[in-house]
């Protein structure tokens, strides 16, 4: 195990987040490679520390799951056996699982969009991730592309889960990427008149619905709920979740794919597949779901 922060050596930036930022390290006692990720609190009201910090850190430790991105040891208040520790700032640390090749945000951003073969693999992982921490009544609450890393087998884990406990959300600037409420469902955006917070049960719908649309994102290259061109601002986005159309499915995709994405993005929650469903679904039982490598051949050899 990693017994103490000074055992590792930051080597570069990977990814700077919601009041945090995530570094490569190199773990010099076994000469191995880590991802750091370090929360800032209580800097110009950045991240709200909750007094169920601890404790949230000791759940992230204990799960252990092939879909999760492993989290191998937790540093509360880290800067204090830091070498760069100075002005007393209040950091949390977790050491993870290195993921070498980044998150889907980055594979996304550069082969564009992903074709249903290398979906349906995603798809099956992510449920299966979901389906682990939801029989250990954890919710994710921030499922997105930059919170599903892949390794250099091509393989995705969900990351990141229960540190959405840990750090207050803020909602305020909507930008797509880090820190966005466009993956959040309807009964989350608006509360009243979607039913949310009424049984603990809405609250794994809402991980579905995120990785709806996830996979609705991989498929068409571009964020599913509102027109390319369109400002992703709070008011765009709340509108799109809570009173868009009936989605548009692309014509290109085949029946069982448009089928796993609208039982995903059921604004009703009650109506909403659950994990459990949609493990059995078609688009992710299907051959070629079993036999395809996923992203595995894709990331590298495209
Ligand atoms: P948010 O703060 O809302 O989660 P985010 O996911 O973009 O937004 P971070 O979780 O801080 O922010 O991660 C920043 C980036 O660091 C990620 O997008 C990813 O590219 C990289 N990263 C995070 N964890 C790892 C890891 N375990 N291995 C490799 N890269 C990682
Ligand atoms: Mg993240």
Known sequence: ??????????????????GGTVYKVLNKKNNSFYALKVLRFNQ???????????????ILRRVDSPYIVRCHAVFDNGSSCNEAADNGGDDLSF??????????????REHHRLPEEVICVLAKRVLEGLNYLHGMHIVHRDIKPSNLLVNDKGEVKIA???????VEGRFDGCELSAGTCAYMSPERVDPERWGGGEEDRDEFAGDVWS??????????????????GQRPDWATL?????????????EKASP???????RCLEKDWRKRATVKEL???????????????GLGDYVFHE
């Open 160 to 166: 990141d889960f229960g540190v959405s406990h840990v």
């Open 279 to 293: 493990l059995h679904h078609p688009f992710v039982n299907r051959k070629c779901c079993c036999t395809s490598k």
């Open 211 to 228: 990785m709806g649309v996830v996979m609705l994102e991989c498929f068409l290259g571009h964020f599913p709920l509102i027109g390319p």
């Open 256 to 262: 069982e794919f448009q089928n796993f994405v609208r």
């Open 1 to 18: 195990g990693i017994r103490n922060l000074s055992d590792l050596k930051k080597v570069a930036v990977l990814g700077h987040g919601n």
């Open 95 to 108: 050491v993870m699982e290195y993921m070498e090749v980044g998150s889907l945000h980055d594979v996304l």
């Open 238 to 250: 709340m509108c799109a979740i809570c009173f868009g159309e009936k989605l548009e499915m692309p």
């Open 44 to 58: 110009d009201g950045i991240g709200i520390r909750q007094s169920a910090t601890v404790l949230e850190a000791e």
